[in-house]
């Protein structure tokens, strides 16, 4: 009868053991993340914008040339923000369908929209400013 309440023993190796796997998942995700941000610093950093053909100047470097270099920033930290505050927004809509709150729900979908619609803005930002600086080859 008590013999399904012993209590394993864990011996530190053990727990070593058994949460390697999850360090290991982690330690490789930040990793490739901070190596993908690096390459696009140093490529924003190599910029020569008298190589570009988008018919600027060559020697001036315009706010057009500076914000097309670090959209994909941008987009990466906005695109995760946009996520976590759809978590928030879905957190809220549930909790006000289970309470019966109407106007709570609906501060919830309207919040929903305006994410999906900024969303759609950011994913799509460097087309946009290609397009408003007539550099979309660039």
Request: charged share 15%; aromatic share 14%; with cysteine.
């Amino acid at each position: 009868m008590f013999e399904e309440l012993k209590v394993r023993k864990v011996t530190l190796l053990d727990f070593i053991a058994e949460h390697t796997k999850g360090l290991k998942f982690w330690i490789g995700l930040l990793t490739t993340f901070f190596s993908f941000k690096g390459q696009q610093i140093l490529a924003f950093a190599a910029y020569d914008p008298s190589s570009r053909l988008a018919g600027d100047n060559g020697a001036n470097v315009n706010f057009g040339d500076l914000l097309y270099g670090f959209l994909p920033l941008f987009q990466d930290f906005f695109t995760v923000l946009m996520i976590f505050c759809a978590v928030v927004c879905g957190g809220k809509l549930g909790l006000s369908g289970a309470t019966g709150d109407a106007r709570g729900r609906q501060g919830a979908i309207s919040g929903l929209f305006f994410i999906v619609f900024a969303e759609t803005v950011i994913l799509h930002a460097q087309s946009i400013v290609g397009m408003a600086t007539k550099q979309a080859n660039g």
